[in-house]
């Protein structure tokens, strides 16, 4: 049963520290999207990859996030540094990115974070 | 520009009871339209999918949706709510163009009642 994994599942850390959360998308896929979601702001999208490229990571905060695909097997988002507001769930996805209908997008556990 | 409108952020049923979730969307192409459910501390799952054909789509766990042009609505229904049914639902429609990310309204959290 091919899943979506994510490392951590929670994460609590100090306001400036450095966050890491990786994600191993279903073997095969080539797409890989990046989600936070919150109470106030439901699900936004932070990051879109596609054959390891990045196409859209209009709603990322390019001062202190950063999402890269080192291979194909592994996703990361990185904060740094680290504010309360960045307190949420992040969610990677993945899916088959092809010229036909749209992709069914396989999500994670999710990360839980928290910044104290 | 794409956008959508799920009406009802909370609602409740008693078990048995048919089960209605809204969605209206607004796309400037043909859309693509999905629901999907999040239970309690999980990531999302898709529940259905319309891309073409056959407007009412029918999904994973007794649910189904019809796709209504006219009405620019993606409606989910259940005939028959279960406890296990209770859970966030999400509904979604891409992006125009090349680039397929989704547009996801905000979430209706569905509660049952014995």
């Known amino acids: 049963d091919a899943r979506v994994t994510q490392t951590p599942r929670h994460k609590v850390t100090e306001m400036g520290q450095e966050v890491t959360m990786r994600c191993q998308p279903i073997?095969?896929?080539?797409?890989v999207f990046w989600y936070r979601q919150t109470m106030m702001q439901g699900l936004e999208l932070l990051a879109y990859f596609r054959n390891r490229a990045p196409l859209d990571d209009s709603g990322m905060p390019k001062d202190r996030f950063s999402a890269e695909m080192p291979d194909a097997t592994l996703a990361t988002l990185k904060i740094q540094p680290s504010e309360h507001r960045d307190s949420a769930v992040y969610f990677c996805?993945?899916?088959?990115?092809?010229?036909?209908?749209?992709?069914?997008?396989?999500f994670g556990p999710g990360t839980r974070l928290t910044v104290l | 520009a794409q956008s959508v409108t799920q009406l009802g952020s909370h609602v409740s049923v008693s078990e048995g009871a048919l089960v209605l979730l809204r969605c209206n969307y607004s796309?400037?192409?043909?859309?693509?339209l999905f629901w999907y459910v999040q239970y309690p501390n999980q990531g999302l799952q898709l529940l259905l999918k319309y891309t073409t054909g056959a407007t009412l789509v029918k999904g994973i766990n007794g649910f189904e949706a019809e796709f209504k042009k006219s009405e620019t609505s993606f409606h989910l229904t259940k005939p028959s709510a279960h406890m296990s049914d209770a859970a966030e639902y999400f509904c979604a429609v891409t992006g125009a163009g090349n680039n397929r990310k989704l547009i996801w309204g905000l979430g209706t959290s569905l509660a049952v009642n014995p």
């Open positions: 796309s400037s192409v043909p859309p693509y």
């Open positions: 073997l095969g896929h080539n797409t």
């Open positions: 996805a993945s899916g088959r990115g092809t010229g036909g209908n749209p992709d069914t997008q396989y």
